[in-house]
């Protein structure tokens, strides 16, 4: 199930396994699952779905595009993208160049109703949408049963059944944090959680479905930074801490894994749709910011552990 981008994707969801890990007795079935250490004395913010879409929490205005530096013609930053329900603002925050960075290629892609990553939890959840006029109708599912026969079939996009599309990574904590040498290389296994009921109205066992979403770990992976990194800014302020991750939500650099890992927790979050926590790793001289993002977390995702930055000791301002 899922539709792929690129030939290393394919095999990271043969790694995955998707025929052979099922959830018993329920309904969804899931490829990947993994244990999650939590971190306590971290500052916690939650998206919840009465709130979608409303502007529940804005932060002080930065001054500043969060990415480049840029000073001129600032516009608000969602920490959580709107079209995934986001709710926490953060005021003169991006530039344009860098907010058509952040938002056309990177949250465009996976927003995007017809093939991105989180397009069918957004149909299905109805979150948020710019335009919504252009929400889809119906969508296709081209679904290929064992012998090599192709169908097409076109629903309604309201019934596409419900998946959520995520990654973990081969380690779990990012590089930084193992003294690891930074990577352009993305190890690690696609990620997906599906209502099988739902799906079995239109497919039979051992049918592939395709037509859920196109992920790319590399894009994926930006979005998720993005989102640590403007969380990081709102609640510490830039000036406290040295960022890791411009370059990478630009981008600049591949080293994504250098500053993000991914794991499954066993249960699913029931408190909100998405969870952030975000804190000071005070193992580490001086201590790194650390944020998880977990989003669509009451259905069991992934959570992601990034390393935003590290503290500046030369600025005085209260942390
Ligand atoms: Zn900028």
Request: glycine share 10%; with cysteine.
């Given at each position: 199930m899922?539709?792929?981008?690129?030939?290393?994707?394919?095999?990271?969801?043969?790694?995955?396994g998707?025929?052979?890990?099922r959830?018993?007795?329920?309904?969804?079935?899931?490829?990947?699952?993994?244990?999650?250490?939590?971190?306590?004395?971290?500052?916690?913010?939650?998206?919840?779905?009465?709130?979608?879409?409303k502007?529940?929490?804005?932060?002080?205005?930065?001054?500043?595009?969060?990415?480049?530096?840029?000073?001129?013609?600032?516009?608000?930053?969602?920490?959580?993208?709107?079209g995934?329900?986001?709710?926490?603002?953060?005021?003169?925050?991006?530039?344009?160049?860098?907010s058509?960075?952040?938002?056309?290629?990177?949250?465009?892609?996976?927003?995007?109703?017809?093939?991105?990553?989180?397009?069918?939890?957004?149909?299905?959840?109805?979150?948020?949408?710019r335009?919504?006029k252009?929400?889809?109708?119906?969508?296709?599912l081209?679904?290929?049963?064992?012998?090599?026969e192709?169908?097409?079939?076109t629903?309604s996009a309201?019934?596409?059944?419900?998946a959520?599309?995520?990654?973990?990574?081969?380690?779990?904590?990012?590089?930084?944090?193992?003294?690891?040498?930074?990577t352009?290389?993305?190890?690690?296994?696609?990620?997906?959680?599906?209502?099988?009921?739902?799906?079995?109205?239109?497919?039979?066992?051992?049918?592939?479905?395709?037509?859920?979403?196109?992920f790319?770990?590399f894009?994926?992976?930006?979005?998720i930074?993005?989102?640590?990194?403007?969380?990081a800014?709102?609640e510490?302020?830039?000036?406290?801490?040295?960022?890791?991750?411009?370059?990478?939500?630009?981008g600049?650099?591949?080293?994504?894994?250098?500053?993000?890992?991914?794991?499954?927790?066993?249960?699913?979050d029931?408190?909100?749709?998405?969870n952030?926590?975000?804190g000071?790793?005070?193992?580490?001289?001086?201590?790194?910011?650390?944020?998880?993002?977990?989003?669509?977390?009451?259905?069991?995702?992934?959570?992601?552990?990034?390393?935003?930055?590290q503290?500046?000791?030369?600025?005085?301002?209260?942390?």
């Amino acid at each position: 199930m899922g539709r792929f981008v690129g030939n290393y994707i394919l095999d990271l969801a043969r790694r995955c396994g998707v025929e052979s890990m099922r959830f018993s007795a329920a309904s969804w079935r899931c490829v990947i699952s993994s244990s999650l250490c939590c971190s306590s004395g971290f500052r916690a913010m939650a998206v919840f779905l009465d709130g979608l879409g409303k502007r529940v929490k804005i932060f002080d205005p930065v001054g500043f595009c969060i990415y480049c530096g840029a000073k001129d013609n600032l516009g608000e930053e969602h920490i959580i993208p709107l079209g995934l329900g986001g709710n926490l603002i953060l005021p003169a925050a991006s530039c344009p160049t860098c907010s058509d960075i952040t938002g056309r290629q990177v949250e465009g892609a996976i927003l995007n109703a017809y093939w991105g990553a989180h397009g069918v939890p957004r149909l299905r959840l109805n979150l948020p949408t710019r335009n919504p006029k252009k929400r889809p109708k119906k969508r296709s599912l081209k679904i290929m049963s064992p012998n090599g026969e192709v169908r097409t079939i076109t629903i309604s996009a309201t019934d596409i059944p419900l998946a959520f599309l995520g990654m973990t990574t081969e380690h779990h904590r990012p590089g930084i944090l193992r003294g690891a040498e930074p990577t352009d290389r993305f190890r690690g296994a696609f990620w997906l959680k599906y209502n099988d009921q739902e799906l079995r109205k239109y497919a039979k066992p051992g049918e592939t479905v395709e037509g859920i979403g196109k992920f790319n770990p590399f894009t994926y992976g930006r979005m998720i930074c993005k989102i640590a990194h403007a969380l990081a800014t709102a609640e510490y302020g830039a000036e406290s801490f040295k960022p890791f991750l411009p370059d990478v939500i630009l981008g600049k650099s591949s080293h994504l894994t250098h500053y993000l890992g991914a794991q499954v927790s066993p249960a699913p979050d029931l408190q909100g749709l998405h969870n952030l926590h975000i804190g000071w790793l005070e193992t580490a001289v001086p201590p790194y910011l650390v944020a998880y993002v977990r989003l669509f977390c009451n259905y069991g995702t992934p959570d992601y552990m990034i390393v935003v930055g590290q503290r500046r000791l030369d600025v005085a301002r209260p942390l």
